[in-house]
């Protein structure tokens, strides 16, 4: 009987040990882990995606299609900023993700293309280099409060009340202005005549060039339209050719610039042409060859063409291999550029900080030349007139508004 007294003496000690041990382990340890460890574990995760998350920026362009030749150049130009920045470390230690989207050369295409990549939450898109294909994205891109950049020069496009909209080529107005002063002042025509697109773009520089030469007394002896796209355009160059012009401006995209220079020879049409920025291109090269030979051209930019840009396009053709490297290739790296170097500076939250910031930017040094967005969101205010010479284009005169 003594014996099982002291042995449930030991256990009831032993079991009143251990309740006091495990009671003073809970009193002294339990209300510290609950006050520090979820803690931490909130704030860590909060911090990561900052750092890590890549900066989204989208294009919407015309990689497939009859102006794909051009619209790679928007994508490659957006790349090599992009490749540029990553290549160092990214924008605070965050890489640049660019997500590329075909608008297959037609305004639904386009229109498609852009709800799809805004899904994707990018903090600015390039989109088409055509203003035809940019005046759809409108209404969206001002309910989604995303600036969207584009080389197309149609003066519409900054003057519809799309407050996100960033042009980073000189607009139709200002350029036709400058086609007009060379025209007035430099050649002098004695009797010019005008080929254009049956669109807003073609309109639009017959209706400058028409007033700005007529306040100068100098009127068309023959003005011609033909479609954007059309295989065929000697019906119209026949009719120029009856009115004996010295001088046959034209405005154009590239494809059909080339066309037109091409079969103006065909037709035995001795006029000098004098051709808007789409005569400036490396397809519209491909496509006139020989014809192409003293053709007087608008350009926003040498870059890409000249001996000062040497360095950058090396570059720019490297990322890029296979596509032409003009000044739809710089300006739409600029704007990529202005972009990455104002994020890098600073903390830009959403669209609207961005769009605030961009239309600050004075005087920004591109490749392409100095950007300073107007209130309208026109960057880029400058033309260069230049000319064909073996092959290469040489600049005859720069004016800048």
């Known amino acids: 009987m003594q014996k099982r007294l002291g ?21 002294a340890e339990q209300p510290a882990a609950p006050t ?13 995606p900052a750092s890590t998350e890549p900066i989204k920026v989208a294009v919407v362009t015309a990689m497939t299609g009859n102006l794909a030749a051009t619209g790679k150049q928007v994508a490659a130009g957006v790349q090599t900023a992009a490749k540029e920045w990553n290549d160092k470390g990214g924008i605070k230690g965050r890489k640049i993700e660019v997500i590329v989207e075909d608008d297959q050369s037609n305004p639904n295409g386009a229109l498609a293309a852009y709800n799809k990549v805004l899904a994707e939450k990018p903090i600015a898109v390039w989109g088409p280099t055509f203003t035809p ?8 891109m001002k309910t989604n409060k995303v600036p969207t950049f584009t080389s197309a ?9 799309f407050e996100y909209v960033f042009r980073v080529r000189t607009n139709d107005d200002e350029a036709g202005l400058i086609v007009a002063d060379y025209v007035v002042n430099d050649v002098k025509p004695k009797k010019p005549a005008m080929l254009y697109a049956n669109n807003d773009y073609g309109k639009g520089g017959y209706d400058i060039l028409k007033k700005e030469l007529e306040k100068a007394g100098i009127k068309f002896v023959a003005a011609e339209q033909f479609n954007q796209g059309d295989k065929d355009v000697s019906a119209q160059l026949l009719k120029i050719k009856q009115a004996n ?31 808007s920025p789409g005569f400036a291109t490396p397809e519209y090269l491909q496509l006139a060859k020989e014809a192409a030979e003293g053709t007087i051209t608008l350009i926003d930019s040498m870059a890409g063409m000249d001996e000062a840009s040497k360095a950058w396009t090396e570059k720019a053709r490297a ?9 739809v290739v710089s300006t739409n790296y600029d704007g990529a550029m202005m972009v990455f170097d104002i994020m890098s500076k600073q903390d830009i939250k959403d669209g609207t900080a961005l769009r ?12 392409s030349g100095k950007f300073s967005f107007d ?26 508004k």
């Open 7 to 27: 042995t449930f003496a030991t256990l009831f000690l032993s079991a009143a040990m251990l309740l006091t041990a495990c009671g003073g382990q809970k009193a």
């Open 36 to 48: 520090q460890q979820p803690a931490a574990q909130t704030q860590q995760p909060a911090a990561q």
């Open 133 to 140: 294909l940019v005046m759809p994205l409108g209404p969206v």
């Open 153 to 161: 020069t149609g003066a519409i496009t900054t003057k519809s009340g």
């Open 245 to 275: 012009p010295d001088y046959l401006l034209v405005y154009s995209v590239p494809t059909d610039s080339g066309l037109i220079s091409a079969q103006a020879a065909q037709v035995g049409l001795t006029a000098k042409i004098i051709g």
């Open 319 to 327: 990322a890029n291999p296979g596509t032409p490297i003009s000044f």
């Open 356 to 367: 605030d910031a961009l239309l600050k930017v004075k005087d920004y040094p591109g490749v």
């Open 375 to 400: 209130p309208e969101g026109n960057g880029l205010h400058q033309g260069i007139i230049a000319k064909w010479e073996k092959g290469k284009l040489v600049q005859v005169k720069k004016i800048a």
